[in-house]
């Protein structure tokens, strides 16, 4: 019965897509509606310095453990530096774009909230299901990276003489890693008892990393020498492409600034707490990351930096003993506290998904005592303590780029749209068509260096960027009212050609691994989300009309039980 009510329900996917796909919310039901799917509501303990530390923890240790010393060895040379430093511009301008969306919806869906609102369903969900993968695989990548250091805080030289070798695996996926399964646990059980204690955790933390990235820095210029910046091959062996191509891959380091939006129903005084958080947190980490990436440079030669537990390394290398281990330490520490804020923002994601019922509603509780998504919480702690037993670092860290990229890219598209289009209120069309050029000349001058052809070409599609966006500037009129992101349309151009930038210099096999992934959400939207949100939103809604009109006096009730039970 059940199976013949499927199928008649699947028969009718055209109508329903058509119906939800671009169906949108405004801001209002995001907060209000939408939010009382949750049951409970999360507890606003948070303030604007718990934000600025949940932001900087969850960036530092996140990547320059992970990527710097591959990247230097491998793609920028000793100009992994100035590649930290592309990618800075690029994560601060997609940030502004998050803080904007994060003072008109203060929720805990972060980036897929901004993107349902202004470009539907479909577009939100794809985000969403991209930022979770992200997040999974990150999370689980970094867990292995700490079994490294923490191996080498006590004394271990080979980076997986705390690993189990199977033999009859897969290469790859060979190497069991069971303190990283341990410390996911931990680090899940933390988050289900309290976000307020998880986020004084983090700070303690976090203040302790940052003494040690000091001492890492003062060392690095104190005792390097600038020869090792220059010798041997010069500053840039593998030449621009290899500065860019390294911004590509360090822009894995920050990932966990979005964390801070999806805190939005956690924190007092949303609207001037987020921009605070959100970008101050992405400007202290951008100079750290610069400074400790040229201090590791300054201390050895480039081909002499191991990739994995590099800083370690390096410092035993140079003979301190005592200072690898220290800074064996510091990296496992930081590396819990990048753990931490990254696990407690995929809950949030997973929750406000599961409130729009893309997912089963079950992942949406929120549970009355503690105020977390509990649910969603132990599920994802269950998905990357599994990948991080099995899978190694390099097989996960560009699709993890690609998918963030993508995330950021949208974002920044939409808030054009919400500017032009929506709050504006110009047609359209006229916004869209300029997105379309903009996005087009963007990837044929990424596509031109990409394939290294004529100067002319670079020049040719830059210049039609540069030219259509000072067409749109000054053929769409813009309501100037005070929003935090000043001189649009500009940080936000400049920030979508970027992103296609930087995710054209990713290897062909990071795009076959993340096609698999969209076709894989793409199919579960079809078979199960687009019912689901149909049945929500459409049906149920007339359901809620109907009784309204029998009894005007019980509407409230009406709608939240029916809400509820979903």
């Known amino acids: 019965m059940v199976f013949s009510t499927y199928l008649n329900s699947l028969s009718k ?5 058509k119906k939800r796909m671009l169906a949108t919310w405004t801001p209002d039901q995001e907060l209000n509606k939408v939010r009382l799917r949750s049951g409970a509501d999360m507890k606003r303990k948070l303030t604007w310095y718990d934000l600025v530390a949940l932001g900087v923890g969850g960036m530092l240790g996140v990547g320059v453990f992970v990527t710097t010393g591959p990247v230097a060895r491998k793609t920028s040379g000793p100009s992994v530096f100035i590649s930290y430093i592309i990618a800075a511009i690029s994560a601060l301008l997609s940030s502004l774009c998050y803080t904007e ?10 980036a897929f ?7 539907g369903e479909f577009v939100g969900y794809f985000a969403g299901s991209n930022i979770l993968m ?7 990548a970094v867990s292995r990276s700490f079994t490294e250091y923490l191996s080498c805080a006590f004394g271990r030289n080979d980076p997986n003489s705390w690993r189990l070798h199977v033999h009859g695996l897969m290469q790859g996926y060979n190497m069991l890693d069971f303190p990283a399964v341990a410390l996911i646990i931990v680090l899940t059980i933390c988050l289900c008892h309290s976000t307020k204690e998880s986020s004084m955790l983090n700070l303690i933390m976090t203040a302790f990393h940052v003494v040690f990235f000091g001492f890492i820095i003062i060392a690095g210029f104190c005792n390097g020498k600038v020869d090792n910046l ?5 500053i840039a062996p593998f030449g621009v492409r ?3 191509d390294g911004a590509a891959i360090v822009y894995f380091s920050y990932i966990g600034y979005d964390t801070v939006s999806t805190m939005a129903e956690e924190i007092r005084n949303p609207s001037k707490t987020l921009p605070v958080g959100i970008v101050g947190s992405v400007l202290i980490v951008s100079t750290l990351y610069c400074l400790m990436a040229l201090s590791l440079c300054l201390l050895v030669p480039y081909n002499m930096i191991p990739e994995g537990a590099s800083f370690s390394a390096v410092f035993e290398q140079m003979g301190w003993k005592w200072a690898s281990n220290v800074v064996g330490a510091g990296a496992s520490l930081g590396i819990v506290a990048s753990l931490l804020v990254a696990m407690l923002g995929q809950a949030r994601y997973l929750c406000v998904i599961g409130r729009a019922r ?11 005592t503690t105020g977390t998504p509990l649910n969603a919480t132990i599920i994802l702690g269950i998905c990357q303590a599994s990948i991080a037993l099995f899978t190694e670092l390099d097989i996960v860290i560009e699709m993890i780029s690609i998918g963030t990229l993508l995330v950021f890219y949208l974002v920044s598209n939409a808030l054009i749209f919400h500017r032009y289009a929506i709050l504006s209120k110009n047609p359209p069309l006229h916004t869209l068509i300029f997105l379309f050029l903009l996005s087009c000349t963007s990837f044929a001058f990424s596509l031109s260096w990409k394939f290294k052809l004529h100067w002319w070409n670079l020049l040719l599609f830059a210049g039609l960027t540069i030219f259509a966006t000072v067409i749109f500037q000054y053929m769409v009129p813009l309501v100037v009212i005070q929003r935090p992101v000043p001189f649009m349309p500009w940080p936000a151009t400049i920030s979508i050609f970027l992103n296609v930038f930087l995710m054209t210099t990713l290897k062909m096999v990071a795009y076959k691994r993340f096609g698999i992934w969209a076709g894989v959400i793409t199919i579960f939207y079809v078979l199960y989300g687009v019912h689901s949100t ?7 809604e007339m359901v809620v009309v109907d009784n309204v009109n029998n009894n005007s006096s019980t509407q409230q009730q009406i709608t939240k039980v029916d809400i509820q039970l979903v």
């Open 13 to 17: 996917t055209p109508q329903k897509l």
């Open 101 to 110: 969306f994060s003072v008109d919806v203060p929720v805990a869906g972060g």
């Open 113 to 119: 909230s901004y993107l349902r609102v202004t470009f």
């Open 134 to 140: 992200e997040y999974v695989l990150s999370n689980a």
């Open 230 to 234: 220059v010798k041997p091959g010069g």
């Open 242 to 244: 290899g500065i860019l």
């Open 358 to 368: 893309l997912v089963p509603s079950w992942f949406a509780q929120v549970h009355p």
């Open 534 to 540: 149909y049945h929500a939103e459409e049906i149920l």
